[in-house]
């Protein structure tokens, strides 16, 4: 158990419609990521806060947003979903922003789009 | 800009035999390292990371990897494979942005699936 949990595991949506992931760090980490992976595109960094500041981002769609909220847990929000938003989405967190400083994942949530 | 290369998709060993994963990686300054390990249906697992320290750095469950700048690569190694090492390998790199200044953000290799038989 790497102390990050992800809710929901698995979440079915129809097209057009919106859904939040969220995510609580391990105690104490100030950063989260957030990562998609599907099978043509493999793992993709989609955006980090740190400490309710987001600091980069990555291949992220307009349609999606994210927020990590004052007590350090994060929401992934996705909307005007497609079928290619079909994907298992990750979070990952860690102590800081450094770069040598390692991540920890969650189990994932997937997500299938109908 | 970084970015990471893992040169075999799927690698196939028996029981008892070596394994290698190979990784190269690109990065504009010196970068950080790691592998993680996913199983199915799980999520992913730190198994080491190397931070300019040791070259060759020890993981868990008997892995480790060695470092070689001349080379720009990071593979990763264990004398003897266990049916338990069946999974999904991910060589990963962290550099610092632009400027010297890093955020962590880990940029993934697509990853090498390994199959162990009895």
């Known amino acids: 158990d790497s102390g990050v949990t992800q809710t929901p595991k698995h979440l079915i949506t129809a097209t057009g419609q919106r859904v939040t992931l969220r995510c609580s760090p391990r105690?104490?980490?100030?950063?989260v990521y957030w990562y998609q992976q599907s099978l043509d595109q493999g793992l993709q960094f989609l955006i980090q806060?740190?400490?309710?500041?987001?600091?980069a981002k990555g291949n992220i769609l307009e349609r999606f947003s994210a927020q990590q909220f004052p007590d350090l847990h994060s929401e992934l929000n996705l909307s005007s979903l497609e079928l290619g938003d079909s994907a298992l989405y990750f979070c990952?967190?860690?102590?800081?922003?450094?770069?040598?400083?390692?991540?920890?994942f969650g189990q994932g949530t997937r997500l299938t789009v109908v | 800009a970084q970015s990471v290369t893992q040169l075999d998709s799927h690698v196939s060993v028996s029981e008892g035999t070596p394994v290698l994963l190979r990784c190269n990686y690109s990065?504009?300054?010196?970068?950080?390292l790691f592998w993680y390990v996913q199983h199915p249906n799980k999520g992913l697992q730190l198994l080491l990371k190397?931070?300019?320290?040791?070259?060759l750095v020890k993981g868990i469950n008997g892995f480790e990897a060695e470092f070689k700048k001349s080379e720009t690569s990071f593979h990763l190694t264990k004398p003897s494979a266990h049916m338990s090492d069946a999974a999904e390998y991910f060589c990963?790199?962290?550099?610092?942005?632009?400027?010297?200044?890093?955020?962590?953000?880990?940029?993934f290799g697509q990853g090498t699936i390994l199959t162990v038989h009895p």
């Open positions: 990952a967190s860690s102590q800081n922003d450094r770069q040598n400083t390692e991540a920890f």
């Open positions: 105690s104490g980490d100030l950063s």
């Open positions: 806060y740190y400490n309710g500041e987001e600091r």
């Open positions: 990065s504009s300054y010196s970068p950080s």
């Open positions: 190397y931070t300019s320290a040791a070259t």
């Open positions: 990963v790199v962290s550099d610092p942005q632009a400027g010297g200044t890093s955020y962590g953000k880990l940029t």
